[in-house]
Every structure is written in C-alpha cells, then in structure tokens.
C-alpha cells in the first residue's frame, strides 16, 4: 500500500493510456493510491507516453515534475 503523496502524469497523445479527448482514463488511476498521503493527476497536453523523451518536456513536464517535488518535499513543507 502506498502512503505517500502521489504524483500521476500522463500525455494526452499516449495511445497506450489515453484513448479519447482529454484522457478521461488518467481518472481511474485514484482509487489505486486511495491510502496515498495525498493523489495529483495531471494530463499533459501534446505529449506522448515517452513524455521525457517529447520537445516539449522542458517546457511542459519537467517544471510540472519539479515544482510538485518541490512543494511535497522540499524544505518547510508538508506534503499535500
């Protein structure tokens, strides 16, 4: 069981997770972390499943990635 806060990202172009407009299927992901700390899903518009690998990871994930590290874990916080 995961009890920690938990951070879910996922393209709107991954054809492996998101088969419709806006990638309702990131929703089912929650109840898989219901004893998580706290659960944040995101839908990344315009990247696929390898989203690190995308042009647009400098500018569309990675911030996403270290601004919620950040507020979780970095130094005077609390999680969630």
Known sequence: QVTVPVLSVLGDQDAFWCNRAGCPEAAM????FAN???FEGHVVAGVGHDMNLEPSAKTAVF??????VAANFGP?????
């Not at 911030?63 to 919620?68: D, E, G, Q, Y």
């Not at 005077?76 to 969630?80: L, N």
């Open 63 to 68: 911030p996403l990635l270290a601004n919620w």
């Open 29 to 32: 992901e929650a109840p898989f």
């Open 36 to 38: 998580a700390a706290c």
């Open 76 to 80: 005077g916080t609390r999680p969630c």
